[in-house]
């Protein structure tokens, strides 16, 4: 193997890590706020990338339907709740400003919002505007296609049990899972799509180019990152996200809405979930069923970085995109075993470190 091809893989191998540092900070934020292994991550890396496919061929994302299912169940439910409270003797009956200020929010969540994309939605496709808008229009679009699921999945799914046990909510992680890849090939079909790219560039530097799609994905993957990172430094919601990591009963009693924060975290894991398919659909053919392998190398950068460090996790991302690449060159056959197999070394360590405390604390 020589220089340039060296160079060649090297470049593969970070664009692709790019990727997975965008899903492995999403994993490790819904995981530190939620103790939720959010496997159907790698659902929303398919809707994203054949979302955006649907409206560059003008063809109705049916993935609005999923929201409005969501939406409606989750507003039924506001109103059996608040049904069910007054039906209590020590409550006493709520006024029709209790029943307004409670409901509307979730109205225009749920209700509203999907609606408006829906009819939206149609008059753009009945008059084959879809495929006419901007690149830009449709990065939006999909993002408030696919966006949206990512909390109303936790009102639905999570968070009725969100005080039960790592490994329940693993298990209801992995039905989710499969129940979205279903839905997936319901939606979207078998035979899988490929999006226009992003930035028709192609820049050189002497025998070596570079694709424009592969600088934007690096680009946008390190501003995402940054923003991110200001985003947990200066705003409010991100202080007690924080916080919420940290300690969520501290978090409760310091009057940080816990829920809240769970339906935020699940937003942007989403939200990264979606963008991370927006970049990756021009570079490979996305198919119904192909988030969950890019899910599963997403959280082997996360689980490399113990699941609670946002750098380390995208530092083992780009780790995973680089090892990727260059056994691909020698070994295309075993490249998933040799990506996978990262994930026992980390194992061992903190293995052996958790049973160094216990002796620890034994001999105290």
Known sequence: MDSSIALILAQDGLVTGAVYALLATGLVLVFSVTRVIFIPQGEMVTYGALTIASLQLNVFPKIIYLQLVLGSYLFLFEILKIVKSQSKPSLGTHKPSYWLRELFPTFVQCILIPSVLWLLLNELQINSLLAQMGIFFQVILTL????PLGPMLYKSVFE???DASVLVLLILSVALHLSLM?????????????????????PSWGAY???GQSIFVIISSALVMVGFSLFFQYSMSGKALRATAINRLGARLMGINVKTSGQLAFFFAALLGAFSGILIGPITTIYYDSGFIIGLKGFVGAILGALGSYPLAACGALLVGLLESYVSFWASAYKEVWVFSLIIPVIMWR????????DEDDSL
């Open 144 to 147: 408030f296609l696919v966006a």
């Open 160 to 162: 009725p049990l969100s």
């Open 182 to 202: 279903g839905l997936g090939l319901w939606m979207f079909g078998a035979e899988g799509g490929r999006s226009a790219p992003l930035l028709e560039l192609r």
């Open 209 to 211: 180019s570079m694709s």
């Open 351 to 358: 293995s052996f470190k958790q049973s160094n405390l216990i």
